[in-house]
């Protein structure tokens, strides 16, 4: 039963990713592009989620971590940047 709980999962997701692309190419305003590539993250972590699920093995989960502290630090700096001109003060 869970796999098809996970199968199900996977496609909803798999789905999410593809709009996710498509909103980062055919997006007008930059912030737009940058709340979609928030999004890609947060959806590719819970496809990383639901692999170490399928897999049964915690490492997926620390990469999970590491993958959701890059996303957040990198919007925040965008975010920044496009407010103020320097990452860097």
Sequence with gaps: MTAYAL???FGCFGIALLLNLWKII???GVGDRVLALDTLVINAIAVLVLVGIQEGTEVFFEA???IAIFG?????AYARFMLRG???E
């Design 64 to 66: 999970t971590m590491i």
């Design 7 to 9: 199968l199900f999962a």
């Design 72 to 76: 957040f630090v990198s919007t925040v």
């Design 86 to 88: 320097n990452i860097i």
């Design 26 to 28: 055919t997006a007008e």
